[in-house]
C-alpha cells in the first residue's frame, strides 16, 4: 500500500540519496561526482529544512521511500506578474522505476503545489525532463519559451 507523507529532516540523507540517483540518470556521471552532488545536497536539505525554505512530500511502501517531490521558496524582486515576489520551484520530482505509471508523481504535485498555495505561492516554475513533461502539462504547467541560462565558470 502506498502512503503519502510531508517529508521531514530524518528523511535528508534518503533524499540527498535519492536525488543524486536522478541527477545520475540525466546526466552519467561517476561515482566520485555523485557522491559529491549527494554530499551537497544533504547540506542544503538540512539548511533549508532548518529555514523552512524547502519542502518535500514523498510516497512510501512498507517504509521505503519511492517517489519524491520537492518545492524550493524564495523571493524575488516584484515585478508586474508576482507583485509579491514569491517564486515556488518544483525540484526533486522522481519516482523509482518500478513505481513509475501508477499516478505517484501527479498525486505528489498535486500536494506539493497544494503546499504552495497555501503559503501564498502563485508563481511556480520547474525544469522538466521528456518524461516528466507530460505529467506537468496534464497538471496545467505552460512550457514559457524565452528564459536563457548562462553558467558562469
Same mark, same amino acid.
Given at each position: *500500500?502506498?502512503?503519502?507523507?510531508?517529508?521531514?529532516?530524518?528523511?535528508?540523507?534518503? &533524499?540527498?540519496?535519492?536525488?543524486? !540517483?536522478?541527477?545520475?540518470?540525466?546526466?552519467?556521471?561517476?561515482?566520485?561526482?555523485?557522491?559529491?552532488?549527494?554530499? %551537497?545536497?544533504? @547540506?542544503?536539505?538540512?539548511?533549508?529544512? %532548518?529555514?523552512?525554505?524547502?519542502?518535500?512530500? &514523498? +510516497?512510501?511502501?512498507?517504509?521505503?521511500?519511492?517517489?519524491?517531490?520537492?518545492?524550493?521558496?524564495?523571493?524575488?524582486?516584484?515585478?508586474?506578474?508576482?507583485?509579491? /515576489?514569491?517564486?515556488?520551484? !518544483?525540484?526533486? *520530482?522522481?519516482?523509482?522505476?518500478?513505481?513509475?505509471?501508477? /499516478? &505517484? @508523481? *501527479?498525486?505528489?504535485?498535486?500536494? !506539493?503545489?497544494?503546499?504552495?498555495?497555501?503559503?501564498?505561492?502563485?508563481?511556480?516554475? &520547474?525544469?522538466?525532463?521528456?518524461?516528466? $513533461?507530460?505529467?506537468?502539462?496534464?497538471?496545467?504547467? $505552460?512550457?514559457?519559451?524565452?528564459? *536563457?541560462?548562462?553558467? +558562469?565558470?
Amino acid at each position: *500500500m502506498i502512503k503519502y507523507q510531508k517529508a521531514s529532516i530524518d528523511d535528508i540523507d534518503e &533524499l540527498a540519496r535519492i536525488r543524486s !540517483i536522478f541527477l545520475k540518470e540525466l546526466k552519467d556521471c561517476s561515482e566520485d561526482e555523485r557522491l559529491f552532488v549527494e554530499n %551537497a545536497n544533504k @547540506a542544503y536539505f538540512e539548511s533549508a529544512f %532548518a529555514d523552512d525554505s524547502f519542502v518535500a512530500w &514523498l +510516497a512510501t511502501v512498507n517504509g521505503k521511500i519511492v517517489a519524491t517531490s520537492g518545492l524550493s521558496f524564495s523571493l524575488t524582486p516584484p515585478s508586474l506578474e508576482k507583485p509579491d /515576489g514569491k517564486v515556488a520551484y !518544483i525540484m526533486n *520530482m522522481y519516482t523509482t522505476p518500478e513505481y513509475r505509471k501508477q /499516478g &505517484l @508523481a *501527479m498525486e505528489l504535485l498535486k500536494r !506539493i503545489v497544494e503546499e504552495a498555495k497555501n503559503r501564498g505561492y502563485r508563481k511556480i516554475t &520547474l525544469n522538466a525532463t521528456e518524461m516528466g $513533461k507530460p505529467i506537468y502539462e496534464k497538471f496545467g504547467f $505552460k512550457d514559457v519559451i524565452g528564459d *536563457m541560462v548562462f553558467y +558562469a565558470d
